[in-house]
Each structure stands twice: as structure tokens, then as C-alpha cells.
């Protein structure tokens, strides 16, 4: 790497910290299976726990904790989020809250996924609360995915436009604590949280215990 690609890096950590850059991220594991057959019934067990989000809370280890509620802000059984859900994230040793809301959900025959953006908590919870809750701005995104291609069955977690909210309205009284928290914690935790859920969803950790 040269003395200038060093710079142009630094100089884009700084703006990123800032909140006025941006980072794409993605997350992936994959299992095949010996036949189609059974890779079909696995990507079926990879859709419903994709849609399961409250059984994420669930994994091995350190991890999350994540929460459905309804487009009302009711907690939720449900096993599969609807457009304009929300899901609370709540980060290992932490009491912080964190909200993104459900802006996008597909199902094909081979693939399935839900996309989510940060956002405020459900009205009905904070009717006077317009910040955005959640350490990246509004404008990121995350996808939780799954597919699958022959006999293989993959799962992602693709992250979009991760920026630092820290900046403005949306930031609230977060600022300092959302720059904490997505350059310290969540830096830290970020792909060890998505690498454990993406390994969940295409069923790694069953065949590891096998």
C-alpha cells in the first residue's frame, strides 16, 4: 500500500468518524449439502429461522439480544416480520437501546431476505422522541439473506451506508454515545455478531455439533 492510499484510508476513518462517510459491509457463510433434495429442506429451515428473529436472541455465546414488535410497538411472537416492524438490538453488556424498523421483505423460491434502516422507537412507545435510535444514521441499511444455489445454501448479512449518527437532529443526545458505541463496541463485536447469525442460518453450528 502506498504512502497515499495510506492517507486517502486515514482521511476517510476521520470523515467516517466525523459521520460524513460511509461503509459497506457484508457477512457470509455457506453449507452444501450431498443432494438437492436435502439442500431444499435446508434452505427451508434457513427461511424460517431468517424470519424467526426473536430465536437470533437465542445463539450460543456472546450475542445480541433482538426483539420483534409490530408496527404499533407491541412485542411480537410472530414468526416472520411485516413491513414496518420494528426490531430492538440490544448490544452484550449493555442496556442500550437500539431501533431499526423492516423497509423491505422478499421471498422467491431460492431466496429469501428482509431489509431493515435505523429508526426512532415506535411511536406508540416514545410519541415525543424524534431522534433516530441507533448508532448509524438513518440512511444505513442491513439485509439478512438467504439462498440458495444448487446444493448450497447460503446466508448474508450485507451492510449499506453505515455512517456514524452523530450529526443533527436525528443524533439527538446520542452523538458522543452513537460514536462510542459504532467505533468501539459494535467495531469490535460487528463481525463476530454477524458471522455467528450468518453460520445460524445455514446450519454450520448443527453440523459442528454433529
Do not use: C
Not at 19 to 38: A, F, H, I, R, V
Not at 48 to 62: C, E, H, P
Amino acid at each position: 500500500m502506498s504512502i497515499k492510499d495510506i492517507f486517502n484510508k486515514v482521511k476517510k476513518e476521520a470523515k467516517v468518524l466525523q459521520g460524513e462517510e460511509t461503509k459497506d459491509k457484508l457477512y457470509q457463510n455457506e453449507n452444501t449439502y450431498p443432494s438437492k433434495e436435502e439442500a431444499i429442506a435446508a434452505f427451508e429451515r434457513s427461511r424460517q429461522k431468517l424470519f424467526n428473529v426473536n430465536d437470533w436472541t437465542k445463539l450460543s455465546g456472546v450475542n445480541s439480544t433482538f426483539e420483534l414488535y409490530d408496527n404499533r410497538g407491541r412485542h411480537t411472537t410472530s414468526l416472520k416480520p411485516e413491513h414496518g416492524y420494528y426490531m430492538k438490538i440490544i448490544l452484550p453488556a449493555s442496556t442500550i437501546e437500539n431501533w431499526v424498523q423492516v423497509t423491505d421483505i422478499r421471498e422467491e423460491e431460492n431466496l429469501a431476505e428482509f431489509t431493515v434502516h435505523p429508526s426512532e422507537k415506535p411511536k406508540e412507545m416514545a410519541a415525543d422522541e424524534a431522534e433516530v435510535k441507533h448508532f448509524f444514521s438513518k440512511e444505513a441499511s442491513s439485509t439478512f439473506r438467504v439462498t440458495r444455489e444448487g446444493n448450497t445454501i447460503h446466508g448474508y448479512e450485507i451492510g449499506k451506508n453505515e455512517a456514524i449518527n452523530n450529526q443533527g437532529e436525528d443524533a439527538g443526545n446520542r452523538a458522543v454515545l452513537n460514536t462510542f458505541v459504532a467505533e468501539g463496541g459494535w467495531a469490535i463485536f460487528q463481525q463476530l455478531q454477524w458471522d455467528k447469525l450468518t453460520r445460524y442460518l445455514v446450519h454450520l453450528e448443527e453440523k459442528k455439533e454433529a
